[in-house]
């Protein structure tokens, strides 16, 4: 922790002083950058919602292509299925009816920790974005305080 200097002396007074409305100023720029580099992502994800919606209502505003779409679908899903078929005849001419159980029970499995990887990664994400917005709330109020002190 940093002496406080001498009160009889006015100038270490003023450069101490002076030195710590440095710091305080170099923080408030870190802070303003901070937030503006927030601003930046949260514009693009803003962004990217948008775009999402729009792609959504170009969907469901052509019509009658929706059921060439839904055709198209229809064909990869059913190639899907006959793929996991022909895979399962595979398996089963290799290693047995038992193997085709555990497959299923591995692809359960897998589904499951898949939506508990996702639902902690949106845990994160909520407690990163609200990390952020305290960040953010906090450096907004040092500017106003600085503002109105008129440090800055």
Known sequence: MAQLPDPSDPSKVVQTALGGIREA?????????????????????????????????EVQRRGDMMYIDAINEYRILADIRSQKDKAFKQIEREFGRRAIQEVNDLEVRLRRERKELQREYDKDRKASRNEWLVIILISAMIYGILKATKVW
């Open 25 to 57: 100023i170099k923080a408030g720029r870190d802070i303003k950058e901070t937030a503006k580099e927030v601003n930046a992502f949260l514009d693009e994800e803003a962004r990217a919602r948008v775009n999402f919606k729009r792609r959504q209502q």
